[in-house]
Nanobody, 123 residues
Framework: QVQLVESGGGLVQTGGSLGLSCAASGSISSDNVMGWYRQALGKQRDLVATITSRFYTNYADSVKGRFTISRDNAKNTVYLQMNSLNPEDTAVYYC?????????????????WGQGTQVTVSS
């Protein structure tokens, strides 16, 4: 099992910055993808950004140039620095870890989620 514990988030004014972090613990493969999704009230959960254990990154178009995802493999921790925030960024942000575990020569995909942290941007 894998546990994800998020921290950060809160309330910020338009144009401000916030940082999120997420620490993973448990049975973690050295080859994994960590990332962030967000879910605004009444909407579906959408990708924000992901980063592989080899530091390849992927961003949603809506956050490119404003958000930066990074990770510390030694600490199994992923970070999200959010700049130039606007009210459309208001959502619950969820940390995720995805990994493939090989068992008896067969791959099994596992996805884990954090409990979510609220980010609110006031206008």
């Amino acid at each position: 099992q894998v546990q994800l514990v998020e921290s950060g988030g809160g309330l910020v004014q338009t144009g401000g910055s916030l940082g999120l972090s997420c620490a993973a613990s448990g049975s973690i493969s050295s080859d994994n993808v960590m990332g962030w999704y967000r879910q605004a009230l009444g909407k579906q959960r959408d990708l924000v950004a992901t980063i592989t254990s080899r530091f390849y990154t992927n961003y949603a178009d809506s956050v490119k140039g404003r958000f930066t995802i990074s990770r510390d493999n030694a600490k199994n921790t992923v970070y999200l620095q959010m700049n130039s925030l606007n009210p459309e960024d208001t959502a619950v942000y969820y940390c995720t870890l995805q990994q493939t575990i090989w068992t008896e020569s067969r791959p099994y995909e596992y996805s884990y989620w954090g409990q979510g942290t609220q980010v609110t941007v006031s206008s």
